[in-house]
């Protein structure tokens, strides 16, 4: 098992940055793959991106694509997502999730932590 927190959240004007970090303990950080959602009152959470165990690989969904970056530290057991050109449509809160199965756009998450708010102010 692992349990995870997040962090880095916070109010934002438009098109500025923001940068998540998520903190792994338990089991050996390197063996999950991790990604992160965002959810909105009355919405389900919506994937947003996911990375493999070694870093090699990420997805991401397309309202994101070249303004976010996933990436980890497996020596320092975090993850971090890297949010620039926000908009106020990112205004969500964002859960960070680890899977030891990877599957790119489709990955699920199966720990999560608590969340954390980010909001964007136009």
């Known amino acids: 098992q692992v349990h995870l927190v997040e962090s880095g959240g916070g109010l934002v004007q438009a098109g500025g940055s923001l940068r998540l970090s998520c903190a792994a303990s338990?089991?050996?950080?390197?063996?999950?793959?991790m990604g992160w959602f965002r959810q909105v009152p009355r919405k389900g959470r919506e994937f947003v991106a996911a990375?493999?165990?070694?870093?090699?690989?990420?997805s991401y969904v397309d309202s994101v694509l070249g303004r976010f970056t996933i990436s980890r530290d497996n020596a320092k057991n975090t993850v971090h997502l890297q949010m620039n050109s926000l908009k106020p449509e990112d205004t969500a809160v964002y859960f960070c999730?680890?899977?030891?199965?990877?599957?790119?756009?489709?990955?699920?998450?199966?720990?999560w932590g608590q969340g954390t708010q980010v909001t964007v102010s136009s």
């Open positions: 990375i493999n165990w070694g870093g090699g690989s990420t």
């Open positions: 338990g089991r050996t950080f390197s063996s999950y793959a």
């Open positions: 999730a680890a899977s030891e199965d990877y599957g790119g756009r489709y990955f699920v998450g199966d720990y």
